[in-house]
């Protein structure tokens, strides 16, 4: 390690010499060229101060344009930065007007180059008296479960369990918002306790079904149930259902089932209507396995719920009135067959998910491929105001 410093300490002296001796050939240049004067001095000065700010645009825009978290100069733009000061001859005290850091910044930095320090941040050493995190959270643990203790309560609380605390440091960590479970101790605690994920290996293997709710007449909220096949992508079934109960649920399944034949595996959420006596018949009289998605998660059920987002933004919103129950069948049809066999889908590198669940080979188009083919089937879908397009067979 104490080679290591050594060698980048003598480098970057390296590096701050040339940028000082290639500075003072530069400044002979400007004084020769501003000697001559006229045209040629001006467009000498002028080129100088373009490669200057060039080079200071570059590192600014290198930090702005990361993360909030990372705006950060990196050690090789720290160098960059100390070579860039030293080469130009601008003064420290200028260096905010410049690069936005502060003098002692800039400071700190050289004092690091000089002993070899690389400036990471976790090459540094922690200081002894900061307080761990894990005595953070036990610090909120005792303030949750006896509210009327004071700082010196929690803090003597603290010495009982062997832990020095000061009165202090237990009021500065209160009035903090609460310290989160570190992101490698929330998934060593809950690797074992992870569902195994299923993977469909073919269609038919792994549906995920949902409801989401559409309004007729802007006024009358109607339930819409969704199935998705996993493997191919495909809306396995659309429709609208004339009541909130289970029934409803298992009649559409039925005829899903009946018409494509049973999943292996069926993802749902916890919603009631998964979980009733009726549906887990039907499941077992179709031997179809049940998963649940994570409680009170978002996106538990991600496939099903971007195909709702893609029914309800792309397809219903294009409708000035979804009028009685009939036309928001008719209207779930047109979107079940535009979605299998007009459009394309990213999960399946842009085949149609009718293809891949007949399971008819598809290859991206070559970048060279520029002849527009003869067998375009074109279909206007009048209610939603979309033309789709596809290969005829």
């Known amino acids: ?153 929690i803090a003597m609380t603290a010495w009982v369990l062997g832990v020095f605390v000061a009165a202090s440091t237990v009021r500065n960590i209160l009035l903090r918002p609460r310290p989160r479970v570190a992101p490698a101790a929330a998934v060593q605690a809950t690797q074992e306790q992870r569902p195994r994920r299923i993977v469909a290996c073919y269609p038919n293997h792994v549906w995920s079904v949902d409801r989401t709710r559409v309004w007729r007449w802007g006024l009358w909220p109607t339930w819409v149930l969704v199935a998705v096949d996993h493997f191919s992508r ?13 029934g409803w649920v298992v009649e559409a399944l039925e005829e899903a089932f009946s018409r494509h034949g049973p999943p292996k595996h069926m993802i749902t959420d916890q919603e009631g209507v998964f979980a009733t006596e009726v549906f887990g018949d039907l499941l077992w009289r179709w031997h179809v396995k049940q998963r649940f998605g994570a409680v009170g998660k978002h996106r538990s059920i991600a496939v099903t719920e971007r ?32 979605y299998n066999d007009y459009r394309g889908h990213m999960r399946v590198g842009g085949a149609r998910p009718s293809a891949v669940g007949r399971g008819e080979g598809w290859e991206r188009p070559d970048p060279s491929a520029k002849a527009l083919p003869r067998n375009i089937q074109r279909r206007f879908f009048p209610e939603v105001r979309i033309t789709a397009y596809r290969l005829a067979a």
């Open 1 to 153: 390690m104490e080679v290591f410093r050594t060698a980048v300490a003598l480098m970057t002296r390296s590096v701050m010499l040339s940028a000082e001796t290639g500075g003072q050939q530069r400044l002979s240049m400007l004084q020769q060229a501003a000697a001559v004067g006229g045209e040629a001095g001006e467009l000498a000065r002028l080129r100088d101060e373009n490669r200057r700010f060039t080079s200071e645009n570059g590192l600014l825009k290198s930090r702005f344009d990361a993360a909030p978290h990372k705006r950060r100069y990196t050690p090789m733009q720290r160098l960059q930065i100390l070579w860039h000061m030293a080469h130009y001859k601008i003064p420290r005290s200028q260096v905010k007007e410049h690069f936005r850091i502060a003098k002692s910044t800039l400071y700190r930095w050289m004092h690091a180059a000089e002993k070899g320090d690389v400036g990471e941040r976790k090459s540094r050493k922690e200081s002894p008296r900061r307080t761990p995190r894990q005595i953070a959270q036990m610090i909120w643990e005792i303030f949750e479960a006896n509210p009327h203790f004071g700082r010196h309560r």
């Open 307 to 338: 195909v709702i987002w893609t029914l309800k933004y792309e397809w219903l919103n294009r409708v000035p009135v979804t009028r009685e129950l009939d036309h928001l069948a008719d209207l779930l049809a047109d979107f079940g067959l535009w």
């Open 234 to 246: 495909a809306v396995m079934a659309v429709v609208p259902l004339e009541g909130p109960n289970a």
